[in-house]
């Protein structure tokens, strides 16, 4: 049985050549526009799909492809979503890898390039969905796609299920890399608007005076640059589920606007007066301590109350016992065959470093931890050579608590990231998986000085 690829562009004539080129290795479905894609996505359920991001009614703009984009991988988050981009537009095309896409494409398309992309495609969905299917069956491993069956993660499952099946705002609290966003999905994929959009925004990514316009939209001419319309996050959350993640770095202003948007259900454009309905269920994360904040007059105590009807806490990495070796191998086996590398292993001495590491950046840090080691193992096992972690900052000789070594680690681990980039914050704060105002939050509490702007 040939593999399901749907194809999605608004050009005729493209969708023709493709079909034509690719129908000898693929079942093909087309749609010209977001509605169509998601139509199609819903019935057919394509491993695969071919994006452009250049979508109606905006082709010349991202967002609606982005949208797309967004809206399928909440349909089926185990789709493979290859982006084709304008040869001058990487930066889209990085914020669509980011935001979920598995590749991307610039045009004019090769299609040798295109056969072999799809081609790994097919086989790393396939590879993934039967281990999904295969964890399912091994004493409850994963749950909605989150690996995992430690104590500690048990709880986090039940009250997934419990907020699921209501519309009440939940907040995830737990350290950065945990898989707050993963939580966030698990309960829209379990909820009755499972076939509505899930968006996403992180608060803190985005600089502030971008922030407003990118969750509530924006009528033409609002500001300079402000060439059409365009509707905000909120709006595309519409019958679906918004998460808003870093909530802590929201500025004040802006707190303001949401809690009227969580009291009234409706939201004002930039430069608008219409008052637009959104029904969208919010949920929020943080790894900040907003009750600290709160008392510090940096977040408001009535948005808190509003957006943590439920609160799940998620338990740092180095608390998941036996959970550290399965998302280890679970990556392993997804980066070793999109490597073309199948059939990688840990060696003994690799699994022994694994369940002793103290995980600082927590599922994240892992996830990258094992990406590098397939790149660097020779042969078929991966050393603790191939890991790195006697040079990841690993030197907690005198740290006579679990909280001095974990403060030892994170230490070196920033002076590390900021070594490597000069000084330089942003790109200091990417490799670590921070946002800027939590590095320099996290430098404040170790006492590492600002030497350089970032």
């Known amino acids: 049985m040939k593999p399901r690829l749907l194809i999605v562009d608004d050009d005729e004539e493209i969708r023709t050549q493709m079909k034509w080129a690719l129908s000898g290795d693929c079942e093909i479905l087309i749609a010209g526009d977001r509605a169509a894609a998601v139509e199609a996505f819903r019935a057919q359920k394509p ?16 967002d609606e492809g982005l949208a797309t984009l967004s809206e399928l991988l909440a349909l089926d988050r185990l789709a493979k979503i290859a982006v084709i981009t304008g040869q001058g537009e990487k930066e889209t095309a990085l914020r669509a890898i980011g935001e979920g896409a598995y590749d991307f494409l610039c ?10 992309l799809l081609k790994r495609c097919f086989h790393v969905s396939e590879l993934e969905r039967e281990f999904a299917r295969l964890q399912g069956l091994w004493n409850g491993d994963s749950f909605e796609g989150i690996l995992g069956g430690s104590p500690k993660m048990l709880p986090v499952f039940d009250l997934i299920r419990k907020v699921a099946t209501t519309d009440a705002p939940v907040l995830i609290l737990g350290e950065s890399g945990t898989g707050k966003e993963m939580v966030a999905r ?4 379990k909820s009755p608007r499972r076939d509505g959009p899930f968006v ?6 985005i600089p502030e005076n971008l922030l407003e316009s990118e969750l509530f939209g924006h009528e033409r001419g609002a500001f300079t640059g402000a060439h059409i319309q365009r509707e905000g996050r909120i709006e595309k ?6 998460f808003l993640d870093e909530i802590g770095e929201m500025p004040p202003a802006l707190q303001v606007k949401l809690l009227r948007f969580l009291q009234e259900q409706t939201v004002e454009r930039v430069g608008g007066r219409e008052e637009i309905r959104v029904n969208a269920r919010v949920i929020a994360a943080t790894n900040a301590d907003l009750k600290k904040d709160m008392a510090a007059g940096a977040f408001r105590e009535d948005l808190f109350y509003r957006l943590a009807v439920v609160q799940i806490l998620l338990p ?12 280890a191998k679970s990556f392993l086996q997804r980066f070793a065959d999109g490597a073309n590398k199948s059939g990688l292993a840990f060696d003994a001495e690799a699994l022994r470093a694994l369940g002793k590491h103290l995980w600082p950046g927590n599922v994240r840090e892992l996830e990258n931890c094992i990406r590098r080691a397939v790149i660097m193992a020779e042969g078929k096992r991966v050393s603790v050579r191939d890991l790195e972690l006697s040079t990841n900052g690993i030197e907690i000789n005198g740290a006579v608590t679990i909280k001095d070594a974990r403060e ?5 681990m920033v002076q590390q990231a900021l070594r490597k980039h000069s000084g330089k914050i942003a790109p200091a704060a990417v490799e670590l998986g921070l946002s800027r105002p939590t590095l320099y939050e996290l430098m ?3 006492g590492i000085a600002k030497d350089r702007p970032g």
């Open 186 to 189: 698990a309960i829209h994929q």
């Open 237 to 242: 959350a519409q019958n679906g589920t918004l």
């Open 47 to 62: 491993f695969a799909v071919l994006l452009d991001l250049g979508l109606p009614p905006h082709p010349a703009n991202p």
């Open 408 to 412: 030892a680690v994170e230490r070196q």
């Open 107 to 116: 045009k004019p398309v090769a299609m040798d390039e295109l056969k072999l």
């Open 316 to 327: 740092p990495l180095r608390e998941r016992g036996d959970d550290v070796l399965v998302l």
């Open 444 to 446: 404040d509490k170790l």
């Open 200 to 205: 996403a925004i992180n608060c803190g990514a």
